[in-house]
């Protein structure tokens, strides 16, 4: 859609393909999507909408009108993050167990206070 070379990498979570090593090093919580561009691994499909927005801003993905990018950005928002989707998502970490919390704590630890 931006008109940018990548390579496609599926990930079958039937297979729990997610808990693979080689997918962990990439995202410890072994979510998908996850993209790596260069040294940079975003890994939400939000988040990673906004990063290939403000690296790539050709063709892009969100209106350029402020109003409009903003309406657009509150209705995911709502639609993703709002009272009805909280209580799945609180009880899917409930029943994992959090396992993936202390590789979150380290993985987000060097992107926070990395000075690089």
Same mark, same amino acid.
Request: glycine content about 6%.
């Given at each position: 859609?931006?008109?940018?070379? &990548?390579? &496609?990498?599926?990930?079958?979570?039937?297979?729990?393909?997610?808990?693979? $090593?080689? /997918?962990? #090093?990439?995202? !410890?919580?072994? &979510?998908? !999507? @996850?993209?790596?561009?260069?040294?940079?691994? =975003?890994?939400?499909? /939000?988040?990673?909408?906004?990063?290939?927005?403000?690296?790539?801003? %050709?063709? !892009?993905? *969100? $209106? %350029?009108?402020?109003?409009?990018? @903003?309406?657009?950005? %509150?209705?995911?928002?709502?639609?993703?993050?709002?009272?009805?989707?909280? *209580?799945?998502?609180?009880?899917?970490?409930?029943? #994992?167990? /959090?396992?993936?919390?202390?590789?979150?704590?380290?993985?987000?630890?060097?992107? =926070? /206070?990395?000075?690089?």
């Amino acid at each position: 859609m931006k008109g940018l070379d &990548y390579e &496609y990498k599926a990930v079958n979570l039937l297979k729990g393909e997610q808990s693979n $090593p080689e /997918f962990e #090093k990439i995202n !410890p919580v072994k &979510y998908v !999507p @996850a993209l790596v561009d260069g040294d940079v691994v =975003v890994a939400d499909l /939000f988040a990673i909408i906004l990063y290939l927005e403000d690296k790539y801003p %050709q063709n !892009p993905l *969100l $209106p %350029q009108d402020l109003k409009k990018k @903003a309406l657009n950005l %509150q209705q995911y928002i709502k639609e993703n993050l709002g009272a009805e989707k909280k *209580l799945p998502w609180v009880q899917l970490h409930i029943n #994992k167990g /959090f396992t993936g919390k202390d590789e979150w704590c380290n993985f987000y630890k060097v992107l =926070v /206070f990395d000075d690089s």
